[in-house]
């Protein structure tokens, strides 16, 4: 039976028990106006998969900014310019390129990144629960899409190892599983991710400051299977940690400095972020950052995957280093 909008407690009632942590309240008002919002992007869209893939987007959008909404009341006004926005960036941008303005912006706020925007509320564990519930997959490309630096389509399939095309198909499922499985465990207990996204943070950090001091071997012997599979744009393949490792030392000699920005963890996946600062004397020694795709197994990576951020202006792949 579909909720009406006098079934149960008012919008603003429900909005405000959300943004104080009550995810049942969030997963009442979603369901509560999604009939509104597929109408509204089928007005846009026409009837078809773009205007259910434009709910699930607007649906993610609404539960990561539901606590920066000012006015309660205005609830269904607000949800409607979300999807009218997410109408408006399929128009503006095919998905086979970059999609970081507009529709990104909105989910990496100015005032923090990421994963901060889910620290301060119960809505992170439940999130998080429900993302577990889906395959690697397509776990994987939703976390770079919504928690992550990696967020345009083309550098998700580069990321990712697979064709833009296959990027957008595994969006479109994962949104809508998710959006189920959020409304389908708003009523459960849900496990801690910070503590889960705080060991790997550790190693990450450990990681690095091992390959300071020369010690990057013993620092991925600690969490990396030896028979550990390396892959990335370019062409790198190679087994074991032993390439990854000379590959960070070297650029610790020649001046190359890595600073760990982001972390996005599940049970056996897991994103780390960096950006890396070239030596003065030579300012394109490196790209300006990248990521390291994890798959993990029983808490060992077992394989890993290398992206490389494209330098402003720079359409091509660059050659592929072996940073971390």
Not at 52 to 66: F, H, K, P, W
Not at 98 to 104: C, F, N
Not at 130 to 142: D, N, W
Not at 176 to 187: E, G, H, I, N
Request: glycine share 8%; proline share 5%.
């Amino acid at each position: 039976m579909r909720l009406s909008r006098t079934d149960g407690p008012p919008d603003a009632d429900l909005v405000h028990a959300a943004q104080a942590g009550d995810v049942s309240a969030l997963g009442t008002l979603l369901a509560r106006h999604r009939p509104m919002l597929l109408s509204a992007a089928i007005g846009l869209l026409g009837y078809g998969p773009d205007a259910e893939d434009a709910v699930q987007e607007a649906s993610m959008i609404a539960l990561r900014r539901i606590g920066g909404l000012r006015d309660p009341e205005a609830v269904s006004s607000w949800l409607r310019a979300v999807v009218r926005n997410v109408c408006r960036m399929h128009y503006r941008a095919p998905v086979h390129l970059s999609m970081d303005d507009g529709l990104a912006a909105s989910l990496r706020s100015a005032e923090s990144d990421p994963q901060e925007l889910l620290e301060g509320q119960a809505t992170r564990d439940w999130v998080w629960h429900a993302l577990e519930t889906l395959s690697s997959p397509l776990r994987l490309v939703m976390m770079l899409r919504y928690f992550s630096g990696v967020t345009a389509y083309q550098d998700i399939a580069v990321a990712c190892g697979v064709p833009v095309g296959t990027v957008r198909s595994r969006l479109s499922e994962a949104r809508d599983k998710l959006t189920r499985a959020l409304l389908a465990t708003a009523d459960t207990a849900h496990g801690d991710i910070r503590t889960v996204t705080m060991e790997r943070v550790r190693q990450a950090e450990e990681l690095l400051e091992a390959a300071r001091r020369g010690e990057s071997r013993s620092a991925l012997g600690a969490t990396w299977l030896p028979t550990v599979a390396l892959s990335g744009a370019g062409g790198l393949r190679a087994e074991g940690y032993d390439a990854l490792a000379r590959g960070l030392e070297q650029d610790v000699a020649d001046g190359v400095r890595h600073r760990l920005t982001n972390v996005v963890a599940g049970r056996d996946l897991a994103v780390w972020e960096f950006t890396l600062k070239s030596p003065p004397e030579d300012p394109l020694h490196c790209p300006p950052g990248g990521a390291w795709v994890l798959h993990l197994r029983s808490g060992w990576v077992e394989r890993a995957r290398l992206f490389h951020t494209r330098r402003a202006g720079d359409s091509r792949d660059r050659p592929l280093r072996r940073d971390p």
